[in-house]
């Protein structure tokens, strides 16, 4: 018969298990499907750990589940748990070596759809036992509640200080159009209101002035639908130069220079940087953006 010590421990780890589900997947119903048991079973064990931990928490905001500043306290104890304990079962299996299991990767759409996508089979190939989910989406998505295990961002986070932040790459943003067309007839592609204040946005602002046009007839709310505007010939914009050089369809106009740079950051959880899974795809990551890596600067 277990001892009560024991029988405590167990029940702290089953705690944790479930405010890591929770916290990751924000509903009963996707947190049931993920330990396999139902709904009122969720329901009752969350009930039964708030009593033990005499705290709420989860507070529903929005239709989710979100954690309370308590609730945060154990998920941050449960990563710990669950990174030492996937590390232990790596050095007994002797599996430390293989880069095994899920890696969920977030990035704004262009990055995703245009330069990751098309790598993945090799990174597949090479590590047949691992599964990725990647998200092409330009939300942030947070790491700290484990929403994403790896993000891609244009710019570097204020909020999620307990982050590994590292600038990867260093993008040039050029003017493109539809190769052979004329650039004087054709329409300055921008972003919608919500995205005005990109760089790139702000910049096809004041180049519409300099050419003194009162509108502009399109205007889209990111990068990736702006190449497939561009590419169908409904007028020109600026696009990343890595996608757009490469792109037989497409051709710079004007002076043909880079106007816009932006500096791509990767991010990381430092409880997931250890795993092997994570330190694979990171690595793959890099090999991608190599070419146009900047100068190496230290992750804070």
């Not at 396999?36 to 239709?63: K, Y």
């Not at 209101?193 to 502009?216: N, T």
């Not at 950051?265 to 890596?293: C, K, Q, S």
Request: include cysteine.
């Amino acid at each position: 018969m277990p001892s009560s010590s024991a029988k405590m421990q167990e029940e702290v780890w089953d705690d944790l298990r479930l405010v890591l589900v929770l916290a990751r997947t924000g509903t009963y119903s996707d947190a049931a499907r993920r330990l396999g048991v139902n709904e009122s079973t969720v329901a009752r064990r969350l009930a039964q750990a708030e009593r033990r931990w005499r705290a709420r928490l989860f507070d529903r905001v929005d239709g989710k589940l979100a954690a309370t500043p308590a609730g945060e306290d154990l998920v941050r104890h449960g990563e710990i748990v669950e990174t030492q304990m996937q590390a232990a079962r790596s050095a007994v299996l002797g599996t430390d070596d293989q880069a095994s299991g899920p890696v969920r990767i977030t990035a704004v759409p262009f990055v995703a759809n245009r330069l990751l996508a098309p790598a993945l089979g090799r990174l597949i190939e090479a590590n047949p036992a691992l599964e990725i989910d990647l998200i092409a989406d330009p939300r942030d998505f947070s790491l700290t509640r484990r929403e994403a295990d790896i993000a891609l961002r244009l710019s570097r986070p204020s909020t999620e200080n307990v982050l590994i932040t590292r600038r990867i790459a260093t993008l040039d943003f050029a003017l493109y159009g539809k190769r052979d067309c004329k650039p004087d007839t054709l329409p300055v592609i921008g972003y919608e209101e919500a995205r005005r204040g990109l760089p790139q946005a702000q910049w096809l602002d004041a180049f519409q002035v300099k050419r003194r046009q009162r509108s502009m007839p399109v205007r889209i709310g990111d990068a990736e639908t702006l190449f497939a505007c561009v590419r169908a010939g409904a007028g020109q914009s600026l696009l990343p130069t890595m996608l757009g050089d490469a792109d037989r369809h497409l051709q710079r106009v004007g002076d043909g220079v880079p106007v816009v740079r932006r500096d791509l950051w990767l991010l990381v959880h430092p409880n997931l940087r250890p795993l092997v899974r994570i330190r694979t795809v990171i690595e793959w990551i890099d090999g991608i953006f190599r070419p146009v890596a900047p100068p190496a600067n230290p992750a804070r």
